[in-house]
């Protein structure tokens, strides 16, 4: 069965701090990995990932995948207050339909 | 970039009712929509994917005779949740599949549906 988990499930820091996300999986036919910042209502899209080992980053943000070890990383540098929000991770496959599995999510909470 | 709408934001109906939502993209043709469910502090589950002029494809657990999916053009889907109960309330949330080159592997959500069954 296909699957995604994220750690850590929640996370509280303090302004400034560096956090880093988690996202492994086990699903057959990998496609693309997708990272989602979601606040109050529907996710909004961060970085796509597709082959191992190209660093994907954004600001503060940067997203790594690794399809060896079957994981990928979110990272944040300097956190603000404006990056509490939960994070989800997707796994594009094409087992079956092509479809995209999401993980659990991390709840993260930054603190002032 | 790619803009995926879905009305109506917020629907509070009575048990027993049926509830119509639309997902459409605005600005691109989508060949593949899914609809998703998330209830409150949890993750997306998808519910069904949506494939222009076919038949839906339902995940396990997903009654198809209860969540109705019809994508009849390429720019628009729709779930009907009907007879709903109060255990269906929950955030719909639909995506839109950009195919391409560069981007196959994208998809953008709509703002999703708040459904609330008294």
């Known amino acids: 069965e296909d699957k995604v988990v994220q750690s850590p499930l929640s996370l509280v820091v303090h302004e400034g701090d560096t956090v880093t996300l988690n996202c492994s999986y086990e699903?057959?036919?990998?496609?693309?990995l997708l990272w989602y910042k979601q606040e109050k209502k529907a996710p909004t899209f961060l970085f796509m990932l597709?082959?191992?080992?190209i660093e994907k980053k954004s600001g503060r943000l940067s997203s790594i995948l690794d399809k060896k070890e079957l994981f990928s990383i979110l990272n944040i540098t300097a956190t603000q207050t404006g990056d509490s929000a939960v994070y989800l991770c997707?796994?594009?496959?094409?087992?079956?339909?092509?479809?995209?599995?999401f993980g659990t999510g991390t709840r993260l909470k930054v603190l002032a | 970039g790619a803009v995926v709408s879905q009305h109506p934001s917020r629907v509070i109906c009575k048990s027993g009712t049926s509830v119509k939502i639309e997902c459409r993209s605005l600005?691109?043709?989508?060949?593949?929509m899914f609809w998703y469910r998330q209830f409150p502090k949890q993750s997306l589950m998808l519910m069904a994917t949506?494939?222009?002029?076919?038949?839906?494809?339902?995940e396990q657990g997903v009654e198809k005779d209860k969540f109705l999916i019809n994508h009849a053009s390429l720019t628009l889907s729709t779930l009907t949740v009907t007879s709903a109960h109060p255990e269906d309330s929950s955030f719909y949330i639909c995506?839109?599949?950009?195919?391409?080159?560069?981007?196959?592997?994208?998809?953008?959500f709509g703002p999703g549906t708040r459904l609330t069954v008294l």
């Open positions: 997707a796994v594009g496959t094409t087992s079956g339909t092509y479809k995209y599995i």
């Open positions: 949506s494939n222009e002029g076919s038949k839906a494809t339902y």
């Open positions: 597709t082959s191992s080992g």
């Open positions: 995506s839109a599949a950009l195919w391409g080159t560069q981007t196959y592997n994208e998809q953008f």
């Open positions: 699903v057959t036919n990998f496609r693309s």
């Open positions: 600005d691109f043709q989508a060949t593949t």
